[in-house]
């Protein structure tokens, strides 16, 4: 199994930054793709972003030119620089793996616990 634990949510004011990281543990053979999905509160979960072991990315429109996804394949974590910051950004964050186990050549989906957002004056 895998475990993904994040880091670096909490409340900055509109304009602000943050940084949040989510590091990959446990047994598995390779990571495919890795990214980061929101919800707010009665809304369904949407992507952010994403990152292939080989460096492609994608983002959501809402986000792009504000959010920067990286990842450090060496630590096997992945980041997600948010600049410019605004109010609608509000939500809890959940870092997702697509992530190939020993022995298959399946890929498992697994996600984080979700780490709180909030950005407000």
């Known amino acids: 199994q895998v475990r993904l634990v994040e880091s670096g949510g909490g409340l900055v004011q509109p304009g602000g930054s943050l940084r949040l990281s989510c590091a990959a543990s446990?047994?598995?053979?390779?990571?495919?793709?890795m990214g980061w999905y929101r919800q707010a509160p009665g809304k369904q979960r949407d992507l952010v972003a994403t990152i292939t072991s080989g460096g492609t990315t994608t983002y959501a429109d809402s986000v792009k030119g504000r959010f920067t996804i990286s990842i450090d394949s060496a630590k096997n974590t992945v980041y997600l620089q948010m600049n410019s910051l605004k109010p609608e950004d509000t939500a809890v964050y959940y870092c997702n793996g697509d992530i190939m186990d020993y022995g298959t050549p399946f890929i498992t989906d697994y996600w984080g616990q979700g780490t709180q957002v909030t950005v407000s004056s």
């Open positions: 446990g047994s598995f053979f390779s990571i495919n793709t």
